[in-house]
């Protein structure tokens, strides 16, 4: 469909999709998809130009729906403001409503080493129960 168009159509369309607040109806996957069409089509140059944001922001923003994406698929449906909340707190409701499910642990551990969380208390019991599961 995007290929019917030109370049800077479809990449507005893109842009607007991940980046407008105002679609809040599109789901944190939808978001995440268009970004990586944006990523995997557009040169870095134009993208940073286009967006008005680095490839680092551009990049962390990807990190962040992946995130809200993976949550969505536990039924923890997150706000796309990711980056604000208390990533402890997070990771505690995370353990609680999904500590036995495979795809919640690595989602914990993706998170504290993003988010540079190294407490022994978070990963004293994630390193057991994913040993207990056969998972390290």
């Not at 989602?107 to 390290?136: D, G």
Request: glycine share 2%; proline share 1%; with cysteine.
């Amino acid at each position: 469909m995007l290929g019917l168009i030109d370049s800077h159509t479809s990449a507005n369309y893109l842009i607007t999709l991940v980046f407008d607040n105002s679609e809040e109806r599109l789901a944190s996957g939808v978001r995440l998809r268009a970004l990586q069409c944006l990523v995997a089509t557009i040169e870095e140059d134009l993208l940073q130009k286009l967006t008005c944001r680095t490839i680092a922001e551009i990049m962390e923003h990807q990190k962040c729906l992946m995130f809200t994406s993976q949550l969505d698929a536990l039924g923890i449906f997150y706000s796309e403001q990711l980056q604000e909340c208390n990533k402890v707190d997070l990771v505690k409701v995370l353990w609680s409503r999904h500590g036995r499910s495979h795809p919640a642990l690595v989602l914990i551990a993706q998170l504290c080493l993003h988010y540079k969380m190294f407490q022994r208390e978070i990963w004293e019991p994630l390193l057991t129960q994913m040993v207990s599961f056969n998972m390290v």
